[in-house]
């Protein structure tokens, strides 16, 4: 009688340490969200701070306090979620516990090799939980939106990519025999052609390769309009789906899966989107 009583009691307290950590809708929830996306903000400040020579050669054993101190909060939290996941290996493996993980190693991996600095760049990888953060609320509901309308526009922004792409091509090679034979001309091949091309179409002009004649200029100039009128082309495919995707926005809610984690599941969804577990935490 007695281990039951304690059993229930350390189930009781994993379903407790659930809920702050994974959930969002209960005041502890929101107050554990708010203080992670502040240690990220500033263990990323750091790791950016640590680039800076002056800044570094000044505060070199500050820095490594606030780096050791980020990394083992990271890694208490990190072993948080695996003790109250229901499957803690499926939640290793699932994309944010890799993430998880992954924020964690670069400190540690100093330990044994030295000069690896290069490693720093990984954790950045801690940027990632920000959009684990923005579960919260509404936000989950809008991420899913925006992710669900990108995905349902793929086919369309591909069959425009690649038009886009072609036009590049074409316009680039009509360059190409239009300014390759100008003394001290730019456009010495037909890669570099095409180059100039995206770069007028897209209309970012890095004014690195330029036209000489009159016919060149004619057609750099109908190849910016054109960029012009067809930049808004995605922005409208994404956005009708964005559109449909808003009506059904409310069916969502914001509970997490006890085994990886994944948010976003309808109100009346009993397993999970992700993994198929139940969604339930018996």
């Known amino acids: 009688m007695a281990e039951d ?4 009691q350390v189930k009781t307290l994993k379903q407790r340490v659930w809920e702050i950590i994974f959930e969002a809708e209960t005041p502890a929830g929101k107050l554990f969200d708010i203080v ?15 680039t800076v020579a002056e800044f570094k050669n000044k505060y070199s054993s500050e820095l490594l306090f606030v780096e050791w101190f980020f990394t083992i909060m990271f890694s208490a939290e990190y072993l948080l979620r695996l003790w109250c996941s229901r499957k803690p290996l499926r939640y290793a493996t699932s994309f944010f516990g890799v993430v998880d993980l992954l924020s964690c190693l670069p400190t540690y991996i100093t330990l044994f090799l030295a000069g690896t600095s290069g490693f720093a760049v990984v954790r950045v990888l801690r940027l990632l939980r920000m ?3 923005l579960k919260m609320a509404h936000h989950v509901r809008g991420a899913h939106v925006i992710m669900q309308g990108l995905v349902r526009s793929r086919a369309k922004i591909t069959v425009f990519f690649f038009a886009i792409l072609m036009f590049a091509v074409i316009a680039g090679t009509v360059m190409y025999y239009i300014e390759g034979n100008v003394e001290g001309t730019s456009f010495t091949s037909i890669p570099m ?26 057609v750099t100039t109908i190849m910016i309009l ?7 082309v995605p922005t409208g495919i994404v956005t ?6 808003k009506d059904n926005e409310s069916d969502h809610t914001t509970d997490a899966c006890p085994s990886c984690g994944a948010h976003g599941h309808l ?15 018996d």
């Open 5 to 8: 009583e304690q059993t229930k």
């Open 267 to 281: 109100a009346d969804a009993v397993y999970c989107r992700r993994c198929g577990d139940r969604l339930d935490h």
């Open 193 to 218: 052609s095409i180059y100039y091309a995206i770069v007028s179409i897209t209309t970012v002009g890095y004014g690195d390769v330029v036209v000489q004649t009159n016919l060149g200029i004619f």
């Open 131 to 133: 959009f684990r953060v």
């Open 36 to 50: 992670l996306l502040c240690f990220i903000g500033m263990s990323v400040l750091a790791v950016m701070l640590e």
């Open 240 to 245: 009708t789906e964005l559109m449909r995707g």
């Open 226 to 232: 054109t960029g012009y009128a067809v930049i808004a």
